[in-house]
């Protein structure tokens, strides 16, 4: 779709396609390297798995963090009043879970990892201190938790591709193009 005055105050700013498509290359990344880690067994490469797994949290949460911030000072154009009421609040709801979970999860992460304990080195460049003590119960418990999170944040992410997908290929609208520019 080429971009029309009609159409333009429909995208996304270009610093907020930015943030999107950072986000979603990372989160690419490190779901399926968290699935990973779980399920080999112990070893060098299930430890890289880890480090890169919590480093790439720990920047996601910095990076959601400053997205939100920029999207609460630069709200994006409502949805066209074309797409049913339902699917609005369905993306409403679904962006609310990506964000809750993009920061949340890191702090549950961070928490779950102290409590083994664990250093959570990120990239080689620090570490992140502990914020609790040893409490190998409390992060199983949590790190249980994390991974049943990981799971809904998976589900909503598939729904999101899905669902863009859908108005790209089926409907045909610009959905899509808000965020493609």
Same mark, same amino acid.
């Given at each position: 779709m080429t971009v029309t005055a009609e159409t333009k105050g429909f995208v996304y700013t270009p610093t907020a396609r +930015?943030?999107?498509?950072?986000?979603?290359i990372l989160v690419l990344a490190m779901v399926p390297a968290g699935i990973t880690m779980v399920n080999i067994g112990p070893g060098k490469?299930?430890?890289t798995l880890f480090d890169f797994h919590r480093s790439t949290g720990v920047i996601l949460f910095v990076i959601t963090a400053a997205r939100l911030a920029w999207r609460l000072s630069h709200p994006?154009?409502?949805?066209s009043?074309?797409?049913?009421?339902w699917q609005?609040?369905?993306?409403?709801?679904?962006? +609310?879970l990506l964000y809750a979970v993009l920061l949340g999860s890191p702090i549950l992460g961070w928490v779950a990892t102290s409590a083994y304990p664990a250093p959570i080195p990120v990239y080689g460049l620090f570490t992140l201190p502990p914020i609790i003590g040893p409490?190998?119960?409390?992060s199983n418990t949590l790190f249980n938790v994390h991974q049943v999170i990981g799971i809904i944040f998976s589900i909503a992410v598939?729904?999101?591709i899905a669902a863009a997908l859908h108005h790209r290929i089926v409907l045909k609208d610009d959905v899509m193009t808000r965020m493609t520019g």
């Open positions: +930015v943030f999107h498509w950072v986000t979603a490469l299930q430890n994006p154009a409502p949805l009043s074309d797409i049913p009421m609005r609040t369905a993306a409403r709801a679904t962006h +609310v409490n190998r119960e409390l598939v729904i999101h």
